[in-house]
């Protein structure tokens, strides 16, 4: 069955519509980002599709994407989130100059009906709600991180006010304790699926992962394993994640020292990075492995990007066989 693919450009209170007719894009009209607003929407896209399959292509802002995301998925729609940097870059290689809502709509449908993109599976409903859980995780880490700054700030300063110290370090208790309660809710999680909680125990047997990164990167291989229908190669994850190298090299003359693409979440490449970085301290192969790259002369960070990415192969590896982790089967040298 062919796909008619439907751009949607999204703000927090309202949705720009337009369609790809198979030779240009055209804006079908503006509408509520609410329950209202899409149901508005749907004998238009149902008229316009006939036979065929309506498929939107979404632009993943923040989280006003969703209600809508959830509404496709129960009227039966396809819905694809490409990579915004994607999009970006492919616009301005098609001429795209301005900046303008219903401009972006008939973008993404002029993407979706040239490109294709892949279709986005929806989140298991336990899934999603750990995907609540962790991103308050973040959110609160990054309050409490600035709170705890702002207070060494104001500490050595000369002279301070004692009662805006005071509200700052009841701040800081206060966000301390919302995040106890929070990794508590995470634990509970786990606890309460225990195929899930099995699956992150085999991860916490991996060099560079621990607590703190742990259900991070179970939830990643747990969209993957999703996204892909269990399909999905190590080196296509390594993709996703923008760890893939990226070379720049043309003719003899033009070089620039290989870099990753950085195409995905920079907070998981960040946390898998730090994993390494603890990892490659270990008794373990991880570290045998960071230490034959830097032994035959590359960069000890590039040898940590190379160990991030050893980290998440392994890890899929782990997640996909639903085995523990095995220091043998990796380095058959390794006492």
């Not at 609540?132 to 973040?138: E, P, T, V």
């Amino acid at each position: 069955m062919t796909s008619l693919y439907i751009g949607v450009d999204i703000s927090k209170d309202t949705i720009d519509v337009a369609y790809w007719n198979g030779s240009a894009a055209k804006s079908i009209g503006t509408y509520a980002n609410s329950e209202t607003g899409f149901a508005e929407m749907v004998p238009h896209l149902t008229k316009l599709a006939g036979t065929q399959q309506i498929c939107l292509v979404l632009e993943a802002t923040g989280s006003y994407h969703l209600s809508l995301s959830l509404f496709a998925f129960n009227q039966g729609w396809d819905v694809t989130l490409p990579n915004p940097k994607r999009v970006k870059d492919w616009a301005k290689g098609m001429g795209y100059r301005a900046k303008q809502d219903k401009i972006d709509g008939r973008k993404l449908a002029h993407y979706g009906g040239l490109c294709q993109p892949p279709v986005q599976p929806p989140l298991p409903p336990e899934l999603d709600q750990l995907d609540n859980l962790l991103k308050r995780q973040q959110d609160l880490e990054h309050l409490l991180r600035q709170e705890r700054n702002r207070l060494h700030a104001l500490k050595v300063r000369p002279t301070v006010d004692p009662h805006v110290l005071a509200s700052v370090e009841r701040s800081i208790a206060f966000l301390s304790q919302e995040l106890a309660l929070l990794n508590q809710a995470i634990d509970d999680f786990f606890d309460s699926h225990p195929e899930h909680n099995q699956a992150l125990h085999n991860l916490r047997l991996l060099p560079g992962v621990g607590p703190k990164n742990s259900p991070h990167l179970f939830l990643l291989l747990a969209r993957w394993d999703n996204l892909t229908a269990g399909q999905g190669s190590a080196k296509q994850l390594t993709a996703f994640v923008g760890l893939d190298p990226q070379p720049f090299v043309s003719g003899t003359s033009v070089f620039k020292r290989p870099s990753i693409s950085k195409m995905g979440d920079s907070h998981l490449r960040s946390l898998l990075y730090m994993g390494a970085l603890g990892g490659v301290r270990g008794h373990n192969p991880l570290r045998n492995f960071y230490q034959g790259l830097v032994n035959r002369g590359k960069a000890k960070k590039l040898a940590l990007v190379a160990s991030a990415r050893k980290i998440l192969v392994w890890a899929w590896t782990c997640f996909s066989r639903n085995v523990p982790f095995d220091p043998k089967k990796v380095d058959p040298n390794f006492v």
